[in-house]
């Protein structure tokens, strides 16, 4: 069975463009997961969905950051514009309880903001 | 907010020798999990813990959830090379979502 499917695993981009990144759950999740890595900050959860609805989008830094579920089986996280401050690995995770604690997590989407 | 605390930051251990790491917080957690991120990829659960004094293991893995719901243990017995790796530990209240510590750096030598 296919885990969580994120894309691109890279991307270089210059500060102003738009960033789009790509997340695929695991068939017959119902929660979906965006979490941010950095060496200072750690693993910061930006948002999270339940059956495709924005539950929590507390943890999104500023309004240049979006997410979007349309659909069960897949989910984007956009930057717009995007900063070199932004430069961090990117998780996409679902989990089948509304308890959240067994997180799946793909392998993230390394992004470098020049 | 609410932190967890992981001590140690990072360690070496030789191959075969056993490793401790522990997570601390100053707020009670009734769900601790433990879970490893290998180079490049994404964290993968290895325990979770749902009562206080608890103590499980998997394979040469043993975690225990702390008496006071403060804090929560893991030990690695007998290690080898594919150890290697971050180790983070999460705790969740109620309701609340998921906080993740700040991860110990595990480097084996061979």
């Known amino acids: 069975d296919a885990g969580v499917i994120q894309s691109p695993r890279h991307e270089v981009t210059e500060m102003g463009q738009e960033v789009t990144l790509r997340c695929k759950p695991i068939s017959g999740h119902d929660y979906l997961f965006w979490y941010r890595q950095t060496m200072m900050r750690g693993l910061e959860l930006l948002i999270y969905f339940n059956n495709n609805v924005p539950i929590d989008d507390s943890g999104m830094p500023e309004d240049r950051f979006s997410a979007k579920m349309p659909n069960a089986s897949f989910s984007t996280l956009k930057i717009q514009p995007s900063e070199p401050r932004d430069s961090a690995v990117y998780f996409c995770?679902?989990?089948?309880?509304?308890?959240?604690?067994?997180?799946?997590f793909g392998s993230g989407t390394q992004l470098s903001v020049l | 907010g609410q932190q967890l605390n992981q001590s140690p930051q990072s360690m070496f251990i030789q191959e075969g020798e056993d490793v401790s790491m522990n997570c601390t917080s100053s707020s009670i957690f009734n769900t601790w999990l433990w879970y490893k991120q290998d180079p490049g990829e994404g964290p993968v659960l290895l325990i979770a813990l749902y009562k206080a004094g608890e103590l499980t293991s998997n394979g040469r893995l043993t975690a225990q959830f702390g008496i006071t719901r403060k804090d929560s243990f893991l030990n690695i017995s007998a290690s080898i090379p594919s150890d290697v790796g971050i180790y983070f530990c999460a705790g969740r209240q109620y309701g609340n979502k998921l906080v993740f510590g700040a991860g110990t750096i595990l480097r084996v030598k061979s």
């Open positions: 995770a679902s989990s089948l309880f509304r308890t959240n604690e067994k997180l799946f």
